[in-house]
Nanobody, 121 residues
Framework: QVQLVESGGGLVQPGGSLRLSCAAS????????IHWYRQAPGKERELVAR????????YYASSVKGRFTISRDNARNTVYLQMNSLKPEDTAVYLC??????????????WGQGTQVTVSS
């Protein structure tokens, strides 16, 4: 089956780090733009980071810029989100999403089910 599976979430203290992984099965990520979103209770889903198929073009939300790094390893069919200097407001379910189309506003093709990140002392 076609799947995106996130891993690497957990409980971390403020200032700590986590690395999230998004692994694809049933299809190749190499032709997909990959997004990391996060969803916290009572808040709108937020686009955290995005990476182009080649990895040349990246985007970060202002709230995470300088702290998070998105990368991809197409040979491993995996995308990563390195999260440093974590803050309590980073607490959320983090989801990866793959989109083949580069047309603005095009729908996501595949969603992962999410991994919980909790930043708390």
């Amino acid at each position: 089956q076609v799947q995106l599976v996130e891993s690497g979430g957990g409980l971390v203290q403020p200032g700590g780090s986590l690395r999230l992984s998004c692994a694809a099965s049933g299809f190749s990520l190499s032709i997909y733009t990959i997004h990391w979103y996060r969803q916290a209770p009572g808040k709108e889903r937020e686009l955290v980071a995005r990476i182009s198929t080649s990895g040349v073009s990246v985007y970060y939300a202002s709230s995470v810029k300088g702290r998070f790094t998105i990368s991809r390893d197409n040979a491993r069919n995996t995308v990563y989100l390195q999260m440093n200097s974590l803050k309590p407001e980073d607490t959320a379910v983090y989801l990866c999403a793959a989109r083949r189309s580069i047309t603005p506003g095009a729908p996501i093709d595949y969603w992962g089910q999410g991994t919980q990140v909790t930043v708390s002392s």
